[in-house]
T-cell receptor
Framework: GAVVSQHPSRVICKSGTSVKIECRSL??????MFWYRQFPKKSLMLMAT?????????EQGVEKDKFLINHASLTLSTLTVTSAHPEDSSFYIC?????????????FGPGTRLTVT | AQTVTQSQPEMSVQEAETVTLSCTYD???????LFWYKQPPSRQMILVIR??????QNATENRFSVNFQKAAKSFSLKISDSQLGDAAMYFC?????????????FGTGTSLTVIP
């Protein structure tokens, strides 16, 4: 149990376009989802926390208008990178917290590699 | 904000040998959780082991064990009988039970190489 999927696993887009990344909890209801960004050989940097049905909470320095997060259902959160630029190229990872589980338990998706050309 | 420090960017170990990865953290909380996550080349984050701060006994999971020193705020991971599949990035992480941020804090990671 506790499987989290991400789609797509890899995406290449042109500068100036927008790209959407989906994060789904497959066998549990995720009341909270986290979005992280990871640069090569670096740690995970929390971008935002999203709670189902409410606005996401963004970390300091993360542009909310550029990284749009929607958590419309208990099993799906989306991250949209708007007007992408090469510097947005990175590995994006989501994690989900089971609504009926412990607060300290989170389950990670396999990540999405975004390349902006 | 809490901080998690991993002072060893890279480590290597001979297959079948034992290796210890270091982690220290800073917090004023008394109730919290500590984790070690493994990130292999596939980039999928895998939970290796978890320690509850209120437990004095060190957590163990098969070949993986921790040395949790609460007063020293130290949380090291010992991998015994290292296997080739243990090669990965290892991240130490902290979660505060009452942290208003309600988030996980990750260290900078240690890249472990297993030498056959």
């Amino acid at each position: 149990g506790a499987v989290v999927s991400q789609h797509p696993s890899r995406v290449i887009c042109k500068s100036g376009t927008s790209v959407k990344i989906e994060c789904r909890s497959l066998d549990f209801q995720a009341t909270t989802m986290f979005w992280y960004r990871q640069f090569p050989k670096k740690s995970l940097m929390l971008m935002a926390t999203s709670n189902e049905g409410s606005k996401a909470t963004y970390e300091q320095g993360v542009e909310k208008d550029k990284f749009l997060i929607n958590h419309a259902s208990l099993t799906l959160s989306t991250l949209t990178v708007t007007s992408a630029h090469p510097e947005d190229s990175s590995f994006y990872i989501c994690s989900a917290r089971n609504g009926t589980g412990f607060l300290h338990e989170q389950y990670f998706g396999p990540g999405t590699r975004l390349t902006v050309t | 904000a809490q901080t998690v420090t991993q002072s060893q960017p890279e480590m290597s170990v001979q297959e079948a040998e034992t290796v210890t990865l270091s982690c220290t953290y800073d917090t004023s909380e008394s109730d919290y959780y500590l984790f070690w996550y493994k990130q292999p080349p596939s980039r999928q984050m895998i939970l290796v082991i978890r320690q509850e701060a209120y437990k004095q006994q060190n957590a163990t999971e098969n070949r993986f064990s921790v040395n949790f020193q609460k007063a020293a705020k130290s949380f090291s991971l010992k991998i015994s009988d290292s296997q080739l599949g243990d090669a990965a990035m290892y991240f130490c992480a902290y979660y505060g039970e009452w942290d208003t941020g309600n988030q996980f804090y990750f260290g900078t990671g240690t890249s472990l190489t297993v030498i056959p």
